[in-house]
């Protein structure tokens, strides 16, 4: 299934595919965590839903559950499935030349399946210079550029909507949140500015990053928005 991220796709985050049909009213994809799943490949091949998939195996070092042993590699197993439009690779996972994570990046390139190359900041939000450089990066090794960051105030949100708007208008394919209460508006108004890809959990009780609304709330919100 395609996702090319030509324009902004919803994306339901579950580590169950079995709830795929309820995300179907409101969302564009269905994130699926296989980090938080039991067996996630046997999911995958038993998968028979509508909506294409964003296939994420988050490391435990930004966030996830997943150990390493195999992580990447199971990673890359998943892009050969028809039902897996994309993956999520994190950008420090791609900084050693021949680790696993180009590994998997190529792996997926050869099925013809987009790669999302994310970087998740749960301490803070950096300066506007560092959140651009640290964006560009994530644009260069895939073909969407993915951060996440942590708004102390609104003002942290003001400043990831600015470099969000900059590279959108270079052309580049990103996708920017900021978590926590302060940021939460961003992801009903990242959209606007130029983010390619906004998350939200099939069940509210199974948020998987701090501040996301429900899946109905936040497709209402960005569909008045823009």
């Known amino acids: 299934m395609d996702l090319d991220f030509d324009s902004f796709v919803l994306a339901a985050a579950t580590a169950d595919l079995d709830e795929e049909p309820r995300a179907r009213e409101h969302a564009d ?3 699926f965590r296989m980090d938080l799943a039991n067996d996630p490949l046997t999911a995958l091949a038993s998968y028979d839903g509508e909506l294409p998939l964003i296939a994420t195996n988050r490391a435990d070092w930004e966030g996830g559950e997943a150990r390493e042993e195999n992580r990447l590699d199971d990673l890359g197993r998943a892009a050969e499935f028809e039902c897996v439009g994309a993956i999520d690779v994190e950008l420090a996972a791609l900084d050693e030349e021949g680790a696993d994570g180009e590994r998997a990046v190529r ?3 050869e099925e013809g399946t987009t790669v999302v190359v994310s970087t998740h900041d749960f301490e803070g939000t950096p300066a506007g210079e560092k959140l651009r450089e640290t964006l560009v990066r994530a644009t260069e ?3 969407v ?3 996440a960051v942590t708004a102390a105030d609104p003002g942290d949100a003001l400043t990831l909507l600015s470099v969000t ?3 959108a208008s270079e052309d580049r394919r990103v996708a920017t949140m900021a978590m926590g209460e302060a940021g939460r508006h961003s992801r009903a108004i990242a959209p606007i500015y130029g983010s390619r890809i906004g998350y939200a959990p099939v069940d509210p009780a199974n ?3 701090p501040g996301q609304y429900d899946l109905a709330t936040l497709r209402e919100l960005i569909d008045r928005l823009r």
């Open 29 to 31: 994809a269905v994130e």
């Open 107 to 109: 792996r997926a390139r």
């Open 141 to 143: 090794h895939g073909d």
């Open 145 to 147: 550029g993915k951060l």
């Open 165 to 167: 708007h900059e590279l």
């Open 207 to 209: 948020a998987t990053a």
